[in-house]
């Protein structure tokens, strides 16, 4: 099981950046998707998180500024983020859960300059 994750940088505060994670190994469309974050100091926190049939959940700190989608045929799900700010600053996680199996990827810098 491999999940890769990409899109990450350097952003502006009120920028914008994509994170994608390209997931093979698993039957994905059966997996409820997940992005975490971890700042330094901090422990990794759940993000949004997009179940298999596409209903989507967000921590409060992101609603209205993040959206997560998925595309199945594609293996791939989307963390889409806008008006970013500083405290966004943390690496960023793929997770993929299907019943007790659960899966990480490696992480993605994300970094935030005010």
């Known amino acids: 099981v491999q999940l890769v994750e990409s899109g990450g940088g350097l952003a502006q505060a009120g920028g914008s950046l994509r994170l994608s994670c390209a997931a093979s190994?698993?039957?994905?469309?059966?997996?409820?998707m997940g992005w975490y974050r971890q700042a330094p100091g901090k422990s990794r926190e759940l993000v949004a998180r997009?179940?298999?049939?596409?209903?989507?959940n967000y921590v409060d700190s992101v609603k209205g500024r993040f959206t997560i989608s998925r595309d199945n045929g594609k293996n791939t799900v989307y963390l889409q983020m806008n008006s970013l700010q500083p405290e966004d600053t943390a690496v960023y996680y793929c997770?993929?859960?299907?019943?007790?199996?659960?899966?990480w990827g490696k992480g993605t810098q994300v970094t935030v300059s005010s």
């Open positions: 997770n993929a859960a299907f019943r007790d199996m659960e899966y």
């Open positions: 190994g698993i039957i994905f469309s059966f997996n409820a």
């Open positions: 997009i179940s298999n049939g596409g209903a989507t």
